[in-house]
């Protein structure tokens, strides 16, 4: 069993929809939890950084994390062609682990 | 550019071959990571340099590979004798100490 579960998807959306992705992991000792975009032929970049249980916003995006399910989610509201691109979740024990898990990724299409 | 480089963006080799895959880090940033990213699988932790302390190597997955890193600059990741599993993104990552890591777009190596 992977350390971190990601549905890789592909997920097509219409623009407008909300997006909703989600990674399961089984090693309870994850604190640190971020979301990752990777756009086709580019390196990941980080678009939200959460720690503990709870939520997080940052304008069309929002973080959820239930450590007591071992499951976080990425909801991304009114969705843009933009926002096409695989979306990887990545967690870590403390906030000086250098050493991330990843999920597999989701593949997401916006359909304009 | 301000961000991480990484040459060459793609590479093609014979099985058996040896390659270097190289990384410019962001300026002034103290450490530097190398994963491997293989076909809808998430970023696999190679090898971590921190300053001048001694690098985690503990994700190497062979003694065919290595990677060296001279004090906050450029780090060559070399693969010996390259077999077809080998194929894979590799990408770089630097950070200042251990916070976010920002990535490079990686090397695409195929091996034939």
């Known amino acids: 069993q992977k350390e971190v579960e990601q549905d890789p998807g592909p997920l097509s959306v219409p623009e407008g929809a909300i997006v909703s992705l989600n990674c399961t992991y089984s090693n309870s000792a994850f604190q640190y939890f971020m979301w990752y975009r990777q756009y086709s032929r580019k390196g990941p970049e980080l678009l939200m950084y959460?720690?503990?249980?709870g939520n997080k916003e940052d304008g069309r995006f929002t973080a959820q994390v239930d450590k007591s399910s071992k499951y976080i989610s990425l909801f991304i509201r009114d969705s843009q062609p933009s926002d096409s691109a695989t979306y990887l979740c990545a967690m870590s024990e403390g906030s000086n682990d250098y050493k991330l898990s990843f999920g597999a990724g989701t593949t997401v299409t916006v359909r304009a | 550019g301000a961000g991480v480089s990484q040459s060459p963006s793609n590479k093609v080799t014979e099985k058996g071959k040896d390659v270097e895959l190289r990384c410019d880090p962001i300026?002034?940033?103290?450490?530097l990571y190398w994963y491997r990213q293989r076909l809808g699988q998430g970023l696999e932790f190679l090898i971590y340099?921190?300053?001048?302390?001694?690098?985690?190597k503990s994700g190497l997955p062979s003694d065919r590979f290595s990677a060296e890193r001279t004090g906050e600059s450029v780090s060559t990741l070399t693969i010996q004798r390259t077999q077809q599993e080998d194929s894979a993104v590799y990408l770089c990552?630097?950070?200042?100490?251990?916070?976010?890591?920002?990535f490079g777009a990686g090397t695409r190596l195929s091996v034939l």
């Open positions: 340099f921190q300053g001048n302390s001694a690098p985690d």
């Open positions: 959460t720690y503990s249980s």
């Open positions: 990552a630097s950070s200042l100490g251990s916070s976010i890591q920002y």
């Open positions: 300026s002034g940033h103290t450490a």
